[in-house]
Structures are given as C-alpha cells and as structure tokens.
C-alpha cells in the first residue's frame, strides 16, 4: 500500500491483500467479477492474497467471498493501480524572466511555474538541498516563488521531484541564472585606425572616428555623444565592441560616453572619453631672432651666416625644415606652448636662401610653409650724392641758390641710404632696383653753410 494508507492506491503492480473472515474459512478472490485464486484463514481468521498475475495500471473492484460449513459471506474494496506519474516541469515566470535567455532571472527570489500529475506534491531543490514543497492543483500545475537567501549569485542548479498520491516520483533537473550584479562600465578609447598623430593623446584628424572598447559579452553599450544618444551595439563574445560615428563632426572639443547594459537589464556606470577633432594647422611664424637680424630688424635681411630661427605654432608640433640652397635639414618640436627656435649647422649662402618648413601636429596633420631671407656679408658700394641745382666755388664749396635743393645719387639696389644732415640722422632713402635714388627737400633751408652725408 504505496502513498496514503487510507486511499486504496498502489504503484505495486502485484499487490498483497489482507482481510479476516471466520477461522479456517476458505476466501474466494475474484478481480472485476472473475475468480483469480484463493485463501484461507487461519485458526484466527486472518488471511493473504497476492494477486496471481501484474495487474495494467487502472481501477479494479476486488471481491472476497468467504464460506463455511455455516455458510457464506464477501466484502469489497475497489482499488487503483498506479505505478508511473508524469515527469514535472518547471520554468520561470514571465515576470522573473528575460525574454530571450532561458532560465536567466534579474533577481534573487524569482518564480517558477511548472506542470506535474494532478493532486501530486512537487519537492524543490536547489544544489541539491531541499527548500521547499508545494501541492500540485487538479489542473497539475504548481508555482513556487523563492525565497531570499534560497539562490545565490550566477547558476543555481534547481531539481524537482514530483511524488504522486500512489508515491511514484519522477524528476527534472534545470539551472537558473540569476544576474542581480550591474556590468563594470565599459572602457572606451580611439581606435588605432582613427587616432592619429600621438598615439593616445585623444586628439585626431578624422572626422568620422571609430571608437572601441571592452565591456561584458553580449551586453549592449549606449553611445552618446554630450546629451545625444548615437546608437548601441553588441558586445561580442570576446567582450569587444566598435563604433564608428556616422555624422561628421567639426573641429573642436567633444566627450563621447557609454554605458553597458546586461542581457538581465542592469545598467552600468557611466564611462567617458574626452577627444579633440583637429583637421588642420591653424597658424604657423618663422622670423630670424633679433639680436641675429643686423640692419633694420624684420627686413629678413642679416649679415649673421648662421642666424637662429623663431617662431610659433601649434603646441608639440614636431617640424621639420630644409634649405634649398645648402640641401641642410633640421628637425625639432615646438614645445607646450607653440614656440620654436633653431640654428642651422652650415653656414648660409650669400644672397636669398629659400627654406621650406614641414610642419605636422599631434593630430597628425601636415602643412608646408615657405620663408625666405637673405644673408649679405659684403659691404655696399659707397655712395654718391650731388645737387640738382649747383655750382662749385674756387673754395671747393657747392653752392646752391634753391632753398629747396634736391638731391641725387647712386648707391647699392634695393639698399636703405640715411641722409645725414650737419652730423644727425635726417631721413632714410629706399634706392631703387638701378641703384639710382634721389630726395626732395620738404622744409626750406635758411641761408648758410650745411654739412650733407649719405650713408649707405
């Protein structure tokens, strides 16, 4: 008598039966009205019948006729064989699941929802230790909602054993995931296709870069760049991602963020990358030092054969230089402030020296700027001066009659002359490309001796 004692269902297929009737009786037992053996009682009138044959699952009148020399009588029993119950099942509820992941739960105390034989009772393990035990409905189904503490952190290995009214047990075993733990933010940095210039110093010239980084496999990483949402993409197996932006951005400062959201819904801290787009050099001077630009300062023009060279630029930017004239190149960098200087190691030619300067930035563009000076180490040609107007006395003085006198000249081309008048600088003279210049007085002389000199 398998399972309840008191409800007349077995899962012994050959079951034993008891009864009592008058002492040394002889019991008839008969299965649905036909006759399969019989018994006979003891001195006490107990008696044991095991059935002949296996009896099919199912429901069986049985029947014990007793006779006597007295006479005769029977009782009844109906009883059910039941030897096999329907294996359970279990899942959890579309309230604690993820739509998509099998057995993956967001929290700890998930439910369950499952099917096994109607009127069973339905044990729940997990790893193996029992939790709890919950009665099956008429329409076999079950529920059971964990408790806290009962599953932990990652794979649970769950079992569950039906036990039905005849003590049949069948079992299923399963796993739940529970991921309650948000995802380490992800990391976030130019790719290596797109970070140009200095590697890692988030400056590039792309305008369309790719960024990349690591997050949980199969999460999804948020791109925004400020406030605006770009996209998401799916971290791969190997825990990678990439995105490449699909709107051109303009020169200028920006910070891109991402965040990693599981497959369970839970959302990761904020990672951020600040990143400078930068498609061109902006400025670029290159001037010969002061206290190397002999003569008039700024004219490019020096008698120094190996001036040194100042300028300014982007800051860090590495230039390269080269004279056409000597074939010498120099390479140096700016420093953190734009400012450059360097010397050459020849000595330049005389006349026009042609340099053409190769300038690139940290964001790996390049610009080429030319720059031109001259080196003139030969002394000019001395000058001459005389009036418009004159005549010569016996005494060797020149004597003019204009209060306006003009004057005129030869001196070195494309050279600078000062007029000097009795010992003081007067003015300057431009001579022209013949080398012929010549000067109008502006301001009337007075009547006297006047002491003139052009300086070349």
């Known amino acids: ?6 409800d007349s269902i077995t899962n012994f297929t050959k079951p034993q039966f008891v009864g009592s ?12 009205g036909i006759a399969v053996g019989q018994a006979v009682a003891d001195s006490l009138g107990n008696f044991t019948f095991t059935a002949p044959e296996t009896l099919t699952d199912g429901t069986y009148n049985l029947e014990a006729e007793a006779k006597t020399a007295d006479g005769s009588g029977s009782a009844k029993l109906v009883i059910t064989i039941d030897s096999v119950t329907d294996k359970p099942t279990f899942e959890l509820s579309p309230e604690s699941s993820v739509s998509g ?4 739960t967001p929290t700890l105390t998930p439910s369950i929802v499952g099917t096994a034989e ?34 932990s952190e990652g794979e649970n290995s769950i079992k569950v054993v039906a036990v039905d009214k005849a003590g049949n047990k069948n079992e299923t075993t399963d796993s739940i995931i529970t991921d309650t733990i948000p995802p380490e933010k992800p990391t976030i940095e130019l790719d290596d296709s797109s970070d140009s210039g200095i590697k890692n110093d988030n400056i590039t010239n792309s305008t369309l870069p790719t960024f990349i980084g690591v997050a949980e496999p199969g999460s999804t990483v948020s791109i925004y760049l400020g406030l605006k949402h770009l996209g998401e993409v799916i971290v791969a197996k190997d825990g990678t991602w990439s995105y490449t932006l699909t709107t051109p951005l303009k020169d200028g400062e920006y910070n891109i963020t991402a965040t990693a959201t599981d497959i ?37 023009v020096t008698n120094n054969t190996r001036p040194t060279f100042t300028g300014k630029t982007e800051p860090n930017a590495i230039i390269s230089v080269i004279n056409s004239e000597t074939g010498e190149e120099v390479i140096f960098k700016a420093n953190d402030k734009g ?28 610009k080429d700027f030319s720059f031109s000076y001259v080196i003139d180490t030969v002394a000019p040609v001395p000058p001459t001066v005389s009036l418009e107007d004159f005549v010569v ?4 003085i020149i004597l003019s009659g204009n209060d306006l006198p003009a004057l005129v000249g030869t001196a070195e081309p494309k050279s600078t002359i000062l007029l000097m008048r009795d010992g003081k600088l007067y003015d300057s003279i431009e001579v022209d490309s013949n ?13 006297g001796a006047y002491d003139i000199e052009i300086i070349s």
């Open 1 to 6: 008598n398998s399972g309840s004692k008191d």
């Open 101 to 104: 992941h099998k057995g993956l």
């Open 264 to 300: 369970a819904g839970h959302t990761s801290a904020t990672a951020n990358l600040p990143f400078t787009i930068d498609t061109r050099i902006s400025y670029f001077s290159a001037e010969i030092e002061t206290t190397d630009d002999s003569g008039i300062v700024g004219d490019n």
């Open 118 to 151: 109607e009127n069973a009772k339905v044990d729940i393990y997990v790893d193996n230790k029992l939790v709890a035990s919950v009665d099956v409905d008429k329409d076999g189904n079950w529920s059971y909602e964990f408790k806290d503490n009962e599953l």
């Open 435 to 447: 080398g012929t210049w010549n000067y109008q007085f502006s301001n009337k002389f007075l009547q």
């Open 393 to 396: 006395l016996p005494n060797g």
């Open 339 to 366: 400012e450059w200087t360097f010397n050459f190691t020849s000595d330049s030619v005389e006349g026009v020296n042609n340099l053409t300067f190769t300038v690139e930035d940290v964001a790996g563009n390049k």
């Open 21 to 32: 009737t008058a002492p040394n009786a002889t019991v008839i037992i008969k299965i649905n």
